[in-house]
């Protein structure tokens, strides 16, 4: 089993001596990996070895992008803090963390890179697939067209081409409405743009247009990707290339609390200072970017892990976690697990987190969202009881869980 270094023996093997520009202190990235390797060694001392495996796998896919651009932006040359001079500790440790996830996750070499998108990308939700392939009314973008709508950032700020006036020169971006071929860019809400994160954290924003049906026309998340898994989607707000504020707001992939986190990364690894960015996340309010990192990474257990939304399949990033941990979580704190639930799904006219908020409310509820590995068969126990949550009754047999992930197939054109 591949070794991981410690946070202390990663900088020393990339401190340089006497450097005047790309001091070590200056990458974005390398400090990202450093807070990395530190959570991981927090996730190895744990005695639950079956809950935190799932966990451990968490951070070293984080940690297997984070090193992973870090060596695609030195070998471009294009950053000058990413000092290229590095290039021998980054990618010893990128070696390590591939050997790592191949012992730990059970995979090879040929099928980890389609693992790593199906295990930390999150697939579009029902409600996407109705809207693209039943419905019939949005138009997927080609690699070309996509590239008009990337962020490229510099010096810590965002740039986009100007594309609603059908031209790639580069300006500040800025999420404002625009008038684009006689359509009205809307922006989702007020000075908020729709973004997508690709799997290897770039950033793509344009115009959001809902289309009627079978109009083939509308332009959603699912269009950068035709449908495909991304890293997050939702809403972002820049003003003169300050980025400002950012959500999960994506009714297309619904993406989890552990999703945006990865997006605010991407962001800092970007080169962008997140000090300043307000994060909002659905259950959690809004808070600063950099206290919203802790907060997720504080809460990095089976819960947080294997997040989703009852209306769908579990998210891509926890189809594997699913697997490893329900097979280890003991009967009881499953039947707990149920219980709480109820309480908080039935409606007494309580706001979250208190319980009796109703089932409508369980996206406002950090207590529900702990447990929403458990939301699809609550949901089925409510089907069951005649869509009446006081007359579920609370499974005794573990049996009746199952352990299959379920998850919807990528849509293909």
Known sequence: MAIIPTKADFVSATDLKFVISGRRVEDRILNNIDSLLDLFHGLESESDAGVKKAARINVLGRLYFATDRWLKIADQGSNPTVNPRRRPAVFALYKLIVDRIKSDAGVNESVMPSWLVKTFGKDMVEHGVHVDLVTDSARYLSEQEREKYKIVFKGGLAYQQK??????????ADTEIRNHNDVVNKVISNLFGGYVVSMSGDFYSGPHVPAAEK????RYHSSYFSGGSVLCAGEIRIRNGVVTHINDKSGHYRPDSSNLARAVEALET???NIKNILVKALGYGEMMAERYLEKINERLDVYRTISHHASSAPSAISRFEHGVVMNRISHDVRKEAFEILKAHWINNGAKPPRPGHGFQARMDCYVCKDYSVYW?????????AGGRIENIVVPEIASLLGTGPGFITRPRR
Request: charged share 20%.
């Open 215 to 218: 109009s083939n026309n509308g």
């Open 270 to 272: 970007q080169g962008v």
């Open 163 to 172: 594309w609603w006036e059908d031209s790639a020169a580069l300006i500040l």
């Open 376 to 384: 699809l068969k609550m949901n089925e126990l409510k089907t069951a």
